[in-house]
C-alpha cells in the first residue's frame, strides 16, 4: 500500500494535467494528505480516515480513469 502524501503528489499532478486547478472544496484536505503517511496517521485535530473521506466528498470535479483508480484506491483504505 503506497503512503497517502505519494497518493496526494499523483492526485495534484493528474489534476494539473487535465488543465484544472484542484476544487476549492477539496484543496485544504488535499494539503494535509500531503503531510500523511498512513490511514493511522493524525492531522492536527483529525484523523487520516477523516481527511480521506472529506477528500473524497469534496473532490466530484476530479474525473477520469485515474481519478477513478485513486479514489477506489482511497476508499480501500477506508474499510
Not at 477528500?55 to 470535479?61: E, H, M, S, V, Y
Amino acid at each position: 500500500m503506497r503512503e497517502l502524501h505519494q497518493i496526494a503528489r499523483e492526485i495534484n499532478d493528474d489534476w494539473r494535467v487535465q488543465g484544472k486547478g484542484v476544487s476549492p472544496y477539496a484543496r485544504p484536505y488535499l494539503d494535509a494528505l500531503h503531510t500523511l503517511e498512513s490511514i493511522d496517521d493524525n492531522y492536527i485535530l483529525y484523523s487520516a480516515d477523516e481527511i480521506v473521506r472529506r477528500f473524497l466528498a469534496n473532490a466530484q470535479t476530479w474525473k477520469g480513469e485515474k481519478a477513478r483508480a485513486i479514489k477506489k484506491e482511497l476508499n480501500s483504505l477506508l474499510k
